[in-house]
């Protein structure tokens, strides 16, 4: 015996509002709809009145070629999509799991932390900076057989482009990794530890799905190669027991908050 309609909004804060609108026909409800719609992308607008729903008895004898087209109805299709892809949060603070090569034939897993600046927020050129640090160790999986290593470093993103879909967002990203790395030997007569610096630098793909109330889901993952090659050897040189890789795989998953 009625209409209904509803209207879910999400703001830049990830918060969602939802209006719902009873009427008696479908050009009342999705009128009063295109009117809440629009005055909350721009509450500066200015509309005209809607005309007066028709009484019950006019509907009943309305013909369907008498029903006038609401232009709202295309209107408003486009309006929250083209409007959610422009919220972009000012302000992202991350924290989850890495994981890197810093050895040929390991892979060492760690925990790491980010703070990110997004500097812009229409079209796909929508650059992000980020600053962020990282813990990892080649003996949290396995038990290595050469050498036991543990690297603390500080990294720097840079993401010049986004592009964001529903719920889901896609950033390629740009980065440099500084710190110290920390050797010590295994299956030696004399156990020594010995620290190095590192410097790498890469490419990698960051795509987040928006849980909500500013959470987010954040899978990332490419490559990175250490600039300076290391290389770790027992008694002589030529006894090289393990060495930095040329290329080194990078992978992290976490949640974000943005505001």
């Given amino acids: ?31 009063a709809l295109s009117l809440t719609a629009a005055l909350a992308l721009d509450p500066s607008a200015r509309m005209s009145v809607p005309p007066a729903a028709p009484s019950t008895d006019e509907v009943a004898t309305r013909t369907e070629k008498d029903q006038p087209v609401p232009a709202a109805v295309t209107t ?7 409007s959610a892809s422009r919220l972009v949060p000012g302000f992202e603070l991350g924290a989850g799991l890495v ?3 810093v050895l040929s034939g390991s892979f060492s897993p760690g ?4 703070a990110r600046k997004n500097l812009g927020r229409d079209g796909r050129f929508r650059p992000t ?46 980065h440099v990794l500084a710190g110290w790395l920390s050797a010590t030997g ?8 010995v620290d190095r ?15 909500g109330r500013g959470f987010s889901l954040e899978l990332e993952g490419g490559i990175s190669a250490p600039l300076v090659k290391r290389r770790f050897f027992a008694t ?13 795989p990078i992978v992290g998953i976490g949640l974000t908050y943005a505001r």
């Fill in 1 to 31: 015996g009625h209409v209904v309609g509803e209207l879910r909004m999400i703001d830049d804060r990830g918060e969602t509002d939802t209006r719902r609108v009873q009427g008696a026909s479908c050009d009342e409800v999705v009128q």
């Fill in 99 to 101: 994981g890197l090569a």
């Fill in 197 to 211: 610096s590192w410097l790498s630098a890469g490419l990698t793909v960051r795509a987040a799905a928006f849980l």
């Fill in 76 to 82: 408003t299709a486009q309006t929250p999509s083209a």
């Fill in 129 to 174: 900076l980020g600053l962020g640090l990282a813990y990892v160790r080649n003996d949290v999986l396995q038990s290595p057989q050469d050498a036991e290593v543990a690297l603390a470093a500080m990294g720097a993103t840079v993401c010049p482009l986004r592009w964001a879909a529903s719920i889901l967002t896609v950033q390629p990203c740009a």
């Fill in 186 to 193: 295994r299956q030696v007569t004399h156990v020594d530890t």
């Fill in 111 to 114: 925990i790491g932390v980010a």
């Fill in 236 to 248: 002589v040189p030529s006894n090289v027991v393990a060495e930095t890789p040329t290329i080194s």
